[in-house]
């Protein structure tokens, strides 16, 4: 899976939007076939993925949940079409998604695609699915990413019974354990999910803060004018970028010279304090990548 910060969600039924969606700035774009969608318009919604617009950045689809009975007309179709992963709603089930692992690999069989191509991202929206979320991280290889889903007035909000407050104290635990369960799960980009009043970017901030704060890598957005937002957060500064470099670089000569803990700038490097930096410098990376296709396609 290719690094992201930032998502935006977009109608699936909708090509003109899909094509705003991509053009918008953000890192990856979800095609929705889920909550953006009419029931009546779902059939030409999935029939769309056949024909996506050319795109520069990533493409995932947001599939129906497993207990609407369209989940694996959703899987069939979005593997056909070659996208680079599906967004499982309401994921709850390490089995169910073993199970899609299954299909993808026979639909990139058929099609010739690389085995394991296709990226499957849960979406943490219900207390089962906090509960599970390790077992999920784990069920299978495809699984890089996982969307915590703590919107305003969601799925999870209404499980938990918490008020709903832009300081996240009522999805404190449930936001740490996702996290948590994805970081020791080896999972590499767990990021969060939609913030729904896209006019209130001060809120908005306060809660990428949060995220980026607890280990959160990247946001989805609703809105396109969330996307520099987003950006913005967690996007390491140049300040901390040059910072984090100058301790690897002496990190890096101290132990060809045979020590693994020095001090630069009063301070004490070691491996772990490394770590922290090489991590930094790979979300600078994926800003640094986007800026160079976005010069590339303008």
């Known amino acids: 899976m290719e690094p992201v910060r930032s998502m935006i969600f977009t109608p699936g039924h909708r090509r003109d939007l899909i094509e705003k969606a991509i053009a918008s700035g953000t890192d990856a774009v979800i095609v929705d076939l889920e909550d953006a969608v009419a029931m009546e318009e779902k059939a030409a919604a999935r029939d769309a993925l056949a024909d996506l617009p050319p795109s520069p950045i990533p493409i995932y689809v947001r599939t129906n949940a497993i207990e609407t009975g369209m989940l694996w007309d959703d899987v069939i179709a979005a593997g056909q079409a070659g996208v680079d992963g599906l967004v499982i709603p309401k994921a709850e089930d390490p089995g169910v998604l073993r199970e899609i692992d299954g299909a993808l690999r026979a639909l990139e069989v058929t099609n010739g695609r690389e085995i394991g191509s296709t990226a499957i991202v849960p979406l943490i929206e219900s207390g089962v699915g906090v509960r599970a979320n390790y077992d999920m991280m784990r069920s299978s290889d495809r699984v890089q990413s996982v969307l915590y889903g703590g919107g305003e007035q969601g799925d999870l909000v209404a499980d938990l019974g918490v008020t709903w407050t832009p300081e996240g104290t009522g999805l404190m635990y449930s936001r740490a354990k996702v996290l948590m369960d994805a970081r020791a799960a080896g999972i590499q980009y767990p990021m969060e999910a939609v913030f729904m009043d896209f006019r209130n970017l001060d809120a908005f901030r306060v809660e990428c803060e949060i995220a980026r704060t607890l280990g959160y890598v990247g946001k989805v957005a609703i809105h396109p004018m969330q996307i520099p937002v987003i950006h913005e957060v967690f996007t390491p500064s140049d300040e901390d970028v040059a910072h984090q ?26 491996y772990a304090v490394a770590r922290v930096a090489r991590a930094v410098l790979a979300r600078a990376a994926v800003a640094d990548r986007a800026k160079a296709r976005s010069t590339q396609h303008s």
């Open 245 to 270: 470099r100058h301790i690897l670089d002496e990190f890096e000569k101290a132990l060809a010279a045979g020590s693994a803990s020095i001090a630069v700038d009063g301070k004490m490097v070691d």
